[in-house]
Structure formats: C-alpha cells, structure tokens
C-alpha cells in the first residue's frame, strides 16, 4: 500500500489541493501539500503558525497498476510558517521563495515512497522498489491576475529521487473550486504525470534476474507519459476549524506504464474519506 500512498501524495493530492494562499491571496488554487482537498483559502498573518492535522482512511489497488484492492488509515500533516516555512508529507520540509496573489514557487526536501515484494502477488524474488529522499520543487498559478477567474488554479511539482531508487517524475494538473453552499466546497480537476527513464524501470521495468525469478519477461520502458487522470474532491466544514473531506481519484496508465507486465489494470480508481483540524 506504500506505492499507493506514495502515487495519491505525488498526483492525486496535487489535483485534489487548493494553494494554501498567503494574506493577499483572495481565491484558493491546488498544490498546497498532503490532504488538504477542496477548502476556503487559508489566510495566515504575518508570524502566524498555520497548523492542519487529522487522519485520512483511503481503499485503492495495493500498487499503481494492481487489480486487488485494500484499505489504508493515514495522518495528515501540513504545517506553514510565516507563510514561507512548510512541513507536509507530500512536499516534506521547504520553503516558497516566491509567492504573490498568483503565482508561488517553492522547493525542498521530501521523501519518496517505494513498493513492496508482498504487493506483488505469486512474484517473490521480484524485490523492493526502495524509497528514499528527494528534492522536490512546486509551482501554484492563480488566476488572479491579467486573466482573471477565481477558483481556477494549475499546479506543477517536480520530484527527483536521489536515494534508493532514484528517478525524475513531474506532475501537473488543472482544476476549479467552487463553493456548492456555505459550508461545502467542490473542485473538479485533471492531470498528467510524466515520468524519466530510471522512474519508469523502477517502477514498471522487468531486469533479467526479475525476469528469472518471476517468469515475466524482460520489460524496459522508456520514459514519457505515466499517466492521465482526473479528482473530484470535496470539503464539508463541520465547524470553523473541523472539516470533512473526501475525495475520488481516477488514473489511467498509459504508454510504457500501461504495456508492463507488472500492470494488471490500467484504470486505477481510488477513494478518500478524512477529517482534518485547522489550528
């Protein structure tokens, strides 16, 4: 489930995620960091902590590609200081050295999840994908400047893995967040994710010795598009700070992903139900 984890953080939470916007910021976008779904823009003064924690349950396929599916209970985790300082699980610890009404840039240092042998079923001797540290570097559009459309966002995020297994991978998606009533909030998106040849033979490459021990045959996939996909994701505020959030999450393999032998499935459908606490 720990490359499921690590495919939702690394796209599906991009998709789902307004930008965590700074004070002059007046409409929300994507790609603020873990699960923090469709909401209200955050407005944190100058100083301020902002603090969101809670816990997320998701049922999704055990590995990007599988056709069994399982249940996962996780934390979320997405602190922001001085409106410059981020600690998330999805982006790790950074910092944004740039940010105005419409466009944040920022970078730092995260950790990318690997796959575990058991989530390969009938395929013992095929070994890990390791995880391992990685430099990670987001880019968040509003558009709120010359082109004006509140609630209309695109979110970037690059991701070079330089421990374990190492890889380049970039996601980007587009999305719009509108409020439905009050108190519950909507934002429908989609989104690509491309991917270097190193990501693409880790995760969906069959070496020789793989090969031996499987009975799959050889496979190396060059690099290009992973996939496509689209989020619906939602927030209900139950009070101030309680929010409710959820969230369905579709991705289609494609290309090389999608020929692996390792792929079971192409269609990839996953689904998020969580509670978080603004501090």
């Known amino acids: 489930m720990k490359f499921v984890v690590f495919a939702l953080f690394s796209f599906a939470f991009l998709v789902i995620s307004p930008i965590r916007a700074p004070a002059q910021m007046t409409a929300g976008g994507d790609d603020s960091g873990e699960i923090v779904f469709a909401q209200e823009p955050v407005e944190p003064e100058d100083g301020d902590w902002d603090v969101v ?6 049922y999704g396929p055990k590995y990007l590609g599988s056709d069994e599916q399982e249940f996962g209970v996780f934390p979320v985790v997405d602190i922001v200081w001085d409106d410059s300082i981020y600690l998330n699980m999805r982006n790790g610890l950074g910092a944004y050295v740039y940010s105005d009404k419409t466009l944040r840039i ?3 240092i995260g950790y990318a999840f690997g796959r575990d042998e058991d989530d390969l079923d009938g395929l013992d001797g095929f070994g890990d994908v390791d995880g391992g540290a990685a430099l990670v570097g987001t880019l968040e559009y509003n558009f709120l400047g010359a082109i004006r459309i509140p609630g209309l966002s695109v979110g970037s995020r690059l991701q070079y893995q330089f421990t374990g297994d190492e890889g380049l991978l970039f996601e980007t998606d587009i999305g719009y967040r509108f409020a439905v009533t009050d108190m519950f909030f909507v934002r429908p998106s989609a989104g690509i994710a491309v991917a270097d040849g190193d990501y693409m033979q880790s995760q969906f490459g069959v070496s020789s ?3 031996a021990g499987s009975g799959l045959p050889v496979y190396s996939p060059g690099a290009g598009v992973r996939s496509v996909g689209s989020t619906l994701g939602m927030s209900y505020l139950l009070t101030d700070n ?11 393999l494609v ?7 390792l792929v079971q499935n192409e269609n990839q459908v996953t689904g998020l139900l969580g509670l978080t606490y603004d501090f």
Do not use: E, F
Not at 53 to 58: D, I, Q, Y
Not at 255 to 261: E, K, L, Q, R, V
């Open 209 to 211: 010795s793989q090969s």
């Open 255 to 261: 290309g090389d992903a999608a020929d692996s032998p």
């Open 242 to 252: 309680l929010s409710l959030r959820g969230a369905v999450i579709y991705q289609r």
């Open 106 to 108: 920022g970078g730092g």
């Open 53 to 58: 924690l809670g816990a997320v349950t998701t």
